[in-house]
């Protein structure tokens, strides 16, 4: 089992900042891929930033300059800090972790189960 422990959300104003912070456990060898997602109602799920095990990072367009990714691979944790927030921020938003499992050696994903964020004056 993988297990995953989001932290961080709430309601700020515009321009305000949240950091979001997620820590993984569990049945795990090596986590791959470390990363965030949102999801706004009557929207799809999409991906906000991610970070791969070697530091290489990738940001949707809306956030670059506002948002920044970061890992501790030795605590198995992914922050993802978050200024000059918009109200277009608000969402629901999701840890997401590629891992390779310790006992079987599978590669599986796994999401954590949320934290709101939201954005309004």
């Known amino acids: 089992q993988v297990q995953l422990v989001e932290s961080g959300g709430g309601l700020v104003q515009p321009g305000e900042s949240l950091r979001l912070s997620c820590t993984a456990s569990g049945d795990i060898l090596s986590i791959n891929v470390m990363g965030w997602y949102r999801q706004a109602p009557g929207k799809q799920r999409d991906l906000v930033a991610a970070?791969?095990?070697?530091?290489?990072?990738n940001y949707t367009d809306s956030v670059k300059g506002r948002f920044t990714i970061s890992r501790d691979n030795a605590k198995k944790t992914v922050d993802l800090q978050m200024n000059s927030l918009k109200p277009e921020d608000t969402a629901v938003y999701y840890c997401?972790?590629?891992?390779?499992?310790?006992?079987?050696?599978?590669?599986?994903?796994?999401w954590g189960q949320g934290t709101q964020v939201t954005v309004s004056s």
């Open positions: 970070v791969t095990a070697g530091g290489s990072t």
């Open positions: 997401n972790v590629v891992v390779r499992r310790r006992y079987s050696g599978y590669v599986s994903t796994h």
